[in-house]
């Protein structure tokens, strides 16, 4: 057992704004059906960088509540080894001591409208781990993973970052399903960070008659070309709606997948896509966006989608990543152990450094 040798461990703890601080704590106990789990990786997310810095979504300054919690542990994309367990969450889940499992980002409260759906992605009380303090996340040694958790076994036979992937990759292949892409489609992904590569590579194993990168860094489109797309479109220099427009007869894509948030990729989007085409949504904007709404009306009668999280993806995101196909010594581009948690989140901050950071909180990562 593990508390014969560890009674206390290290955790990231949020204080505040960019108060973040490395405590020693006690190692959690588990409850009944819950699991204790020595972390392995967590990756940083582009939302943990707005949380830290203080973004009004979850510091309750804007429109909406606060969204965080004093002393909460931050992180949700995560994979671990489980350390304790008792049998109610062995059979729920199918795992035992010695396994490597990774949970989803989401923990449903199992009771609400969209939970008794299936739709428990779009939970009511909505507790994604790394927020709250009910839900703490991954940047510590040990964490729990609740018994409402959703948990999938992983190889241990990968690095343990690459297994931490399985979050932004489950991710990107529910944007690529809400698309529903058929085989002659020529397909256009906005934006080639984590969401943006995984978005390329879902939309590849459809076998579309193209996938079309846009970004305006050369490392990150060379990178898409390893994930599947065939056609790569640097937007600050070249003229997307060109290219796309001599593919496709005049006609314009079938389908547009944002994963920027960024202002431009709204309209971008509306006007690389042919008449009747698809567009998905899955970034996060700074503010809102205007544009032309005739344009989804009137000219082209678009459906327009949103995503968020991944259903029901992760255990195709987990085979994937297994299969070892991604190009993901690349995408996992910088580990560090988690007392450096603060220079990974300015490598996530300064972008164009980094693809995805992690923490290595344990060893066995
Ligand atoms: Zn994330
Ligand atoms: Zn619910």
């Known amino acids: 057992m593990l508390s014969q040798h560890r009674t206390h461990a290290h955790e990231v703890v949020i204080h505040g704004r960019e108060d973040y601080r490395l405590e020693q704590v006690p190692v959690p106990v588990p409850g009944p059906g ?3 789990v020595k972390v392995h990786a967590v990756g940083i997310c582009a939302s943990d960088l707005k949380c830290y810095h203080g973004a009004p979504m979850y510091w309750g300054d804007g429109p909406v509540p606060p969204n965080v919690d004093l002393l909460a542990i931050p992180g949700h994309e995560f994979v671990g080894e489980i350390v304790a367990i ?3 969450g062995r059979q729920r889940w199918g795992v035992d ?18 939970c008794r759906r299936g739709q428990y992605w779009m939970c009511a009380p909505h507790s994604i781990f790394g927020f709250r303090r009910s839900v703490n996340g991954a ?3 040990y964490m729990i993973y609740p018994a409402d958790a959703i948990v999938h076994k992983v190889s241990p036979d990968i690095p343990a970052a690459h297994a931490a992937f399985a979050e932004p990759l489950s991710c990107a292949l529910h944007a690529v399903e809400r698309a529903r892409i058929e085989f002659g489609d020529v397909i256009v992904v906005a934006g080639c960070r984590p969401i943006g590569l995984g978005m390329v590579a879902g939309a590849a194993a459809k076998s579309p008659a193209h996938v079309i990168a846009l970004d305006h860094v050369p490392a990150k489109l060379n990178l898409a070309a390893q994930c599947g797309a065939d056609i790569t479109i640097n937007i600050g220099t070249d003229d997307a709606e060109t290219v796309v427009r001599d593919l496709t007869e005049g006609y314009g894509a079938d389908v547009y997948l944002d994963a920027t948030g960024h202002p ?3 309209p971008q989007g509306l006007g690389l896509l042919r008449k009747l085409g698809r567009y998905v949504e899955y970034g996060v904007f700074a503010a809102p966006v205007t544009v032309d709404w005739t344009v989804i009306s009137d000219v082209k009668e678009l459906d327009v989608l949103g995503a968020h ?5 992760w255990p195709t995101a987990i085979s994937m990543i297994e299969a070892k196909t991604l190009p993901l010594d690349r995408i996992c581009s910088h580990q560090l152990p988690l007392e450096e948690f603060r220079a990974g ?8 450094d980094s693809i995805k950071v992690s923490l290595l909180p344990s060893e066995g990562a």
């Not at 490597?100 to 609400?112: G, L, Y």
């Not at 999280?309 to 993806?313: A, D, E, K, S, V």
């Open 34 to 36: 819950e699991a204790l």
């Open 86 to 88: 008792d049998d109610i």
């Open 97 to 114: 001591v010695g396994d490597r499992a990774v949970a989803e980002q989401i923990v449903p409260c199992w009771k609400c409208r969209f």
């Open 139 to 141: 940047m510590a040694e």
């Open 264 to 266: 431009s990729a709204v």
């Open 309 to 313: 999280l991944g259903p029901y993806c």
């Open 345 to 352: 989140i300015d490598l996530v901050g300064r972008g164009s």
